[in-house]
């Protein structure tokens, strides 16, 4: 298969912020969301014969939330009307969303607002309620707090089923489950160390496999590495269940989705390659970051919180190889919600990085010439040290057409025979 990376273009790229994404669904999907309302789930109470209650859709793929809100027996007409949050049952918060301005604010109240991700998060999360507002009860009247299911239907083949898999000279029963699809073919390269699985996506669902590790794992010195996934070769992060002896993937997918790649991370080192640990302080904490180096030496690792840079300062005895494993909550590469890459120079100038986006770390791998002194690795964030980031402007841009020949080539660590 020959992999073709387009142009790629980074301007003026920035962070506003940490958005929560715990209950942001792995896929789009549609989600049916109720509430019924009355003065008993206020806070306080209110004592009322108004009650009420809603119908609201929300679209993950548009973030799209549309309601229907009926309500009667208020002490006199709505005032206002609104989504609150985040809070539980019990508590009180501030507003999200204007419902009036929106669908008015006589019964029914028909209407739908585009929700941000952190108030999808909300949503989803049954942290958001709708308050109806009148003069008598200028803080709210009747409350209820919102709760969604998903409308994907229950899969018929959400079942464990068995795959045969060729990987070298043997074949291997794989057990798998799937929903929204079929599992048409798994087959396997033993010298780039990649399983494909041939799907017939129906709609968005997921692939759950079991991989033997005695097939194919992914470590480095003994310790777990994330595989490498992608789906249409568009890299996608599957959730991992570290088995003793198998490992259980669950890899989410798009409805017309055809083929689903697992690469092992696994570093084979070269001699003189050995994993090392180096700390790396950040304010007056201390990380350790895994790293192997070939061609030289390590000297120290520093950061530069305001820009986002980790450097590595080396000594350069020949042409070499970098290759530094960065856990996420310590410095990572977002385009909001997206893995973004991280711009690497070697002393000033660009330089080409391979890129592992595990979904605990990122592991770069970054070549170097003789006499190469100083490595900056420039991403999005360090170590937020307040609640949200400060907002971080990397004004780059930069063009390039890199044609990458052979199955997945810029895994140049990946073993090869």
Same mark, same amino acid.
């Given at each position: 298969?020959?992999? @073709?990376?387009?142009?790629?273009?980074l301007?003026?790229?920035?962070?506003?912020?940490?958005?929560?994404?715990?209950?942001?669904?792995?896929?789009?999907?549609?989600? =049916?969301?109720?509430?019924?309302?009355?003065g008993?789930?206020?806070?306080?109470?209110?004592?009322?014969?108004?009650i009420?209650?809603?119908?609201?859709?929300?679209?993950?793929?548009t973030?799209?939330?549309?309601?229907?809100?009926?309500?009667?027996?208020?002490?006199?007409?709505?005032?206002?009307?609104?989504?609150?949050?985040?809070?539980?049952?019990?508590?009180? &918060?501030?507003?999200?969303?204007?419902?009036?301005?929106?669908s008015?604010?006589?019964?029914?109240?028909?209407g739908? %607002?585009?929700?941000?991700?952190?108030?999808?998060?909300?949503?989803?999360?049954?942290?958001?309620?709708?308050?109806?507002?009148?003069?008598?009860?200028?803080?709210?009247?009747?409350?209820?707090?919102?709760?969604?299911?998903?409308?994907?239907?229950?899969?018929?083949?959400?079942?464990?089923q =068995?795959?045969?898999?060729?990987?070298?000279?043997?074949?291997?029963? +794989?057990?798998?489950?799937?929903?929204?699809?079929?599992?048409?073919?798994?087959?396997?390269?033993?010298? =780039?160390?990649?399983?494909? %699985? &041939?799907?017939?996506?129906?709609?968005?669902?997921?692939?759950?496999?079991?991989?033997?590790?005695? +097939?194919?794992?992914?470590?480095?010195?003994?310790?777990?590495?994330?595989?490498?996934?992608f789906?249409?070769?568009?890299?996608?992060?599957?959730?991992?269940?570290?088995?003793? $002896?198998?490992?259980?993937?669950?890899?989410?997918?798009l409805?017309?989705?055809?083929?689903?790649?697992?690469?092992?991370?696994?570093?084979?080192?070269?001699?003189?390659?050995?994993?090392?640990?180096?700390?790396?302080?950040?304010g007056?904490?201390?990380? $350790?970051?895994?790293?192997? +180096?070939?061609?030289?030496?390590?000297?120290?690792?520093?950061?530069?919180?305001?820009?986002?840079?980790?450097?590595?300062?080396?000594?350069a005895?020949?042409?070499?190889?970098l290759?530094?494993?960065?856990?996420?909550?310590?410095?990572?590469?977002?385009?909001?919600?997206?893995?973004?890459?991280?711009?690497?120079?070697?002393?000033?100038?660009?330089?080409?990085?391979?890129?592992?986006?595990?979904?605990?770390? @990122?592991?770069?791998?970054i070549?170097?010439?003789?006499?190469? @002194?100083?490595?900056?690795?420039?991403? =999005?964030?360090?170590?937020?040290?307040?609640? %949200?980031?400060?907002?971080?402007?990397?004004?780059?841009?930069?063009?390039?057409? +890199?044609?990458?020949?052979?199955?997945?080539?810029?895994?140049?660590?990946?073993p090869?025979?």
């Amino acid at each position: 298969m020959q992999v @073709r990376l387009l142009a790629i273009v980074l301007g003026l790229v920035f962070l506003a912020g940490v958005v929560s994404s715990s209950a942001r669904p792995a896929y789009a999907e549609t989600f =049916t969301c109720m509430t019924t309302l009355d003065g008993s789930r206020e806070v306080p109470t209110v004592d009322t014969g108004g009650i009420g209650s809603a119908s609201l859709s929300f679209d993950s793929e548009t973030n799209e939330l549309s309601w229907e809100i009926e309500f009667s027996g208020l002490s006199g007409p709505a005032t206002a009307a609104h989504f609150h949050g985040p809070a539980a049952l019990g508590a009180n &918060a501030g507003v999200q969303v204007n419902i009036g301005d929106a669908s008015g604010l006589s019964s029914p109240m028909a209407g739908s %607002a585009v929700l941000t991700l952190e108030q999808e998060s909300f949503l989803l999360g049954e942290e958001m309620y709708i308050n109806i507002h009148t003069e008598a009860n200028p803080n709210g009247e009747i409350r209820g707090q919102v709760s969604c299911e998903s409308e994907l239907p229950p899969s018929t083949d959400g079942e464990w089923q =068995t795959a045969m898999l060729a990987f070298g000279d043997d074949e291997h029963e +794989i057990q798998y489950m799937i929903t929204g699809g079929t599992l048409d073919e798994l087959t396997g390269d033993v010298e =780039t160390q990649m399983i494909t %699985a &041939a799907i017939t996506a129906e709609q968005d669902g997921e692939l759950t496999i079991q991989l033997p590790r005695e +097939i194919m794992d992914s470590v480095a010195n003994g310790q777990d590495l994330d595989y490498i996934v992608f789906v249409d070769e568009i890299s996608e992060v599957a959730d991992d269940n570290f088995g003793e $002896d198998v490992r259980t993937l669950t890899i989410p997918f798009l409805a017309e989705s055809k083929l689903i790649d697992i690469v092992s991370a696994s570093i084979i080192p070269v001699a003189g390659e050995e994993w090392q640990t180096a700390t790396l302080t950040i304010g007056d904490e201390e990380h $350790d970051i895994q790293y192997t +180096i070939s061609g030289g030496t390590l000297d120290e690792l520093t950061v530069d919180q305001e820009n986002s840079t980790i450097t590595a300062m080396i000594t350069a005895e020949s042409d070499g190889k970098l290759t530094i494993r960065l856990p996420r909550d310590v410095a990572d590469s977002k385009d909001g919600q997206n893995d973004s890459p991280f711009i690497v120079t070697v002393d000033g100038e660009d330089s080409d990085v391979t890129d592992d986006n595990g979904a605990t770390a @990122r592991t770069l791998s970054i070549n170097f010439s003789e006499d190469a @002194r100083q490595i900056n690795l420039i991403g =999005t964030f360090v170590v937020p040290e307040f609640g %949200a980031l400060t907002a971080v402007v990397l004004a780059a841009a930069i063009v390039g057409i +890199i044609v990458a020949t052979g199955v997945y080539s810029k895994f140049s660590f990946l073993p090869k025979t």
